[in-house]
């Protein structure tokens, strides 16, 4: 695996330099495919093999137990501002098992707080 270690992810309430952002290491990678998807549709350098691989191996904490994404490594179902693992479900469409989704939506539902302001947030 390959790790993003001492960022804030979108939530701001976290910790600062926390590791492995559930949301930011999803981001990274998609970042780098779609660099590499634009390559073929243009004469840009392709993207090096070595970048490829870290997208492909970034580490994305998940709770296998639960069957649900953590926001970061070492989170502990402390209440949250926004919920950064449901945005990975929607908008960026993170390849998952549909349970897997849906246990995400309901767990980090009762971990965001109520008194936002949070993009994931709903009534």
């Known amino acids: 695996y390959f790790y993003f270690l001492g960022v804030l ?3 701001e309430d976290a910790q600062p330099n926390v590791n ?13 495919h779609f660099a590499n998807y ?6 840009a350098k392709p993207i090096d093999s070595k970048s490829l691989l870290k997208a492909r191996c970034l580490h ?8 649900i994404h953590l926001e970061y ?12 693992v449901v945005l990975i479900g929607f908008p960026l469409m993170w390849p998952m098992k549909s349970e897997i989704r849906r ?3 309901l767990f980090y539902e009762n971990k965001t707080r109520i008194n936002g302001p949070a993009m994931t947030w709903g009534y």
Do not use: H, M, W
């Open 9 to 11: 992810p979108p939530d």
């Open 20 to 32: 492995n952002s559930v949301y930011t290491n999803i981001i990274a990678s998609l970042a780098i």
């Open 38 to 43: 634009t390559t073929c549709l243009t004469s």
């Open 60 to 67: 994305i904490p998940f709770d296998s137990n639960r069957q």
């Open 73 to 84: 490594e070492g989170y502990k179902d402390q209440d949250i501002k926004q919920a950064d």
């Open 103 to 105: 246990n995400d939506l």
